[in-house]
């Protein structure tokens, strides 16, 4: 559906993409995940058409975005982080003008204007001035003006930014709803809100794409350790942990936090390729200790954007 050939962009001496290549699938929710000026912003511009590349090229459905630019545009909806509303229109009067902009037909704008206010969750906002609207609800109308000519890309810029959590989750469940008919790419640099809702996450610092994978294939790659952290009763602390680090292939055993005074939390280290979870339940049984909770951890989204946007 859409393709980043060495896309390339500076403003100045100041280089904001570097050869950045990579594949949206048609249907999928795609996270562009990096820190504050990774080049996020920049992508998503250049994809809508608003910005030029220095070099590279963009296709959203064999179309280029530099050459076909308005055909483009009819194929998209973009919603940029500074959501540029009408603080003084209601919000019918601002969807129904948008809906004119997109040359969407006469006869069809009311049943188009009913559908995004209900999709969109604005029934009981749409006769409300813009600039009387909570901020929820304004990016709920920006997700109305980008979808109001039923485009088959969705390019969102930091949606949820200055949400509370309770906005965050009706915004993140409304964008999961439109990623099941449309194309969707979303830039973040909130990690929670990526790992909710992509089904393909894309970091990107300083301008270039350092990992590109779904959520659970980056925690694999990144996973330099097999851990498992282990809550159990009816053992003295120093015994468990000589004990556990008596385990082949054990590399280290760690007190973890503990549940109260009686049950107590261990992290067992060991090599990535090592599975000892059958060897630490028959342990626990020889040993007499109440085992009430044992669990792998794999990277997570965190760790490894810590680790690639770290220098």
């Avoid at 000892?276 to 760790?303: C, K, N, P, Q």
Wanted: glycine share 8%.
């Amino acid at each position: 559906m859409i393709t980043l050939e060495g896309l390339s962009k500076s403003y100045g001496p100041v280089k904001a993409l570097e050869n950045i290549s990579l594949e949206v699938r048609s249907g999928e929710i795609l996270g562009l995940l990096g820190p504050n000026g990774a080049g996020k912003t920049t992508t998503l511009k250049i994809m809508s058409g608003y910005l030029w590349p220095d070099a590279g090229r963009v296709n959203i459905k064999g179309l280029d975005v530099v050459e076909q630019t308005e055909r483009i545009r009819d194929l998209i909806g973009y919603l940029p982080e500074y959501n540029p509303l009408y603080p003084d229109m209601l919000v019918f009067d601002y969807l129904a003008y948008v809906a004119r902009m997109r040359n969407i037909p006469p006869d069809q704008v009311e049943s188009r204007l009913r559908e995004m206010v209900e999709v969109c969750g604005l029934t009981q906002a749409v006769a409300q001035k813009i600039g009387e609207l909570s901020k929820g609800n304004r990016q709920r109308v920006g997700l109305a003006q980008a979808m109001i000519h039923d485009p088959e890309v969705l390019i969102l810029d930091e949606p949820t930014s200055g949400l509370d959590p309770n906005q965050i989750s009706e915004i993140r469940d409304l964008i999961k709803r439109l990623g099941k008919k449309k194309t969707v790419v979303i830039s973040s640099h909130i990690l929670s809100e990526v790992e909710a809702t992509c089904h393909r996450v894309v970091i990107i610092h300083q301008g270039r794409v350092v990992a590109d994978g779904q959520p659970r294939e980056l925690q694999a790659k990144a996973s330099r350790e097999s851990r498992l952290y282990l809550k159990l009763a009816n053992g003295k602390g120093q015994q468990v942990l000589s004990t556990l680090q008596s385990l082949p292939g054990v590399t280290a055993v760690e007190r973890a936090e503990d549940e109260n005074d009686l049950i107590h939390g261990y992290l067992v280290r060991s090599a990535l390729d090592q599975d000892l979870r059958s060897e630490i339940f028959r342990l626990a049984g020889r040993e007499g200790w109440t085992l009430y909770e044992m669990r792998r951890e794999v990277a997570s989204l965190e760790d490894i954007f810590r680790q690639l946007t770290s220098n």
